[in-house]
């Protein structure tokens, strides 16, 4: 059975960190580039960070940039999105999410991808 399970949000205040975490099982997380996307209250999805298998590829929304980092660890199955410097615009809740790709190559399109995890809420105020 193909699971993602994100964990690490909570309530921080504005300048806070937080590491999110995307668990895989079910399948072998290597062969997939993955992607964090989220979803304030009345608004749309929007993709806000990927990794390609490589690592070498990776996505930011501008508006994370500088202040967001994407990682992946293989042996574990996991992918984590280290994000410092939280503003209160960055209160969403957080989805991980695969998509079987070649070894370059990931996107910032939801869309495109097959597998999605319940999410994490975060919360940035003070």
């Known amino acids: 059975q193909v699971q993602l399970v994100e964990s690490g949000g909570g309530l921080v205040q504005p300048g806070d960190s937080l590491r999110l975490s995307c668990a895989a099982s079910g399948f072998a997380l290597d062969d997939y580039a993955i992607g964090w996307f989220r979803q304030a209250p009345g608004k749309e999805r929007e993709g806000v960070s990927c990794?390609?298998?490589?690592?070498?590829?990776?996505y930011y929304l501008d508006s994370v940039k500088g202040r967001f980092t994407i990682s992946r660890d293989n042996a574990k199955n996991t992918v984590y999105l280290q994000m410092n410097s939280l503003k209160p615009e960055d209160t969403a809740v957080y989805y991980c999410?695969?998509?079987?790709?070649?070894?370059?190559?990931?996107?910032?399109?939801?869309?495109?991808?097959?597998?999605w995890g319940q999410g994490t809420q975060v919360t940035v105020s003070s």
């Open positions: 999410a695969a998509v079987q790709a070649t070894y370059y190559y990931c996107s910032g399109f939801g869309p495109l991808y097959d597998y």
């Open positions: 990794i390609s298998r490589s690592v070498d590829t990776t």
